[in-house]
């Protein structure tokens, strides 16, 4: 049996097929052995999964529950927001600062200039 055989088949199952595709595809199993076989197999595989299928109620609507998950990305992510209290310079500093410098304990601020220590010809007119 071809692959894409076995995919309408699976579809047809699942009732994923619009009505003329469905027709045709309950023909083909009811004439091939092979295509009822597969038929049958996804049929028990689906009925025995949907008895294990975790019912879950959310508190909210889908659109509230997955708008808190953008505005959640988008906070992590430091996303510049019009309302947002710092200014553009300093999201833009956030997303330009490399990686490597906000994370590695080995790497270190810079040192202050050093001056020469004063040389004994200088130590002895007082310049500098």
Do not use: F, N
């Amino acid at each position: 049996m071809k692959h894409d055989l076995e995919l309408q088949i699976q579809a047809w199952v699942d009732g994923e097929l619009p009505e003329r595709e469905a027709r045709r595809i309950a023909q083909r199993v009811a004439r091939d052995a092979e295509a009822a076989a597969l038929a049958a197999e996804l049929g028990c595989i689906r009925q025995a999964l949907s008895r294990h299928k975790p019912s879950r109620a959310l508190d909210e609507s889908r659109q509230s529950y997955w708008g808190k998950i953008e505005r959640r990305i988008r906070r992590e992510a430091g996303v510049c927001r019009a309302d947002s209290p710092l200014p553009w310079y300093e999201h833009w500093r956030k997303h330009m600062e490399p990686a490597s410098a906000k994370k590695s304990p080995l790497v270190t601020p810079p040192c202050p200039p050093m001056t020469p220590p004063p040389t004994r010809s200088s130590a002895k007119t007082g310049a500098p």
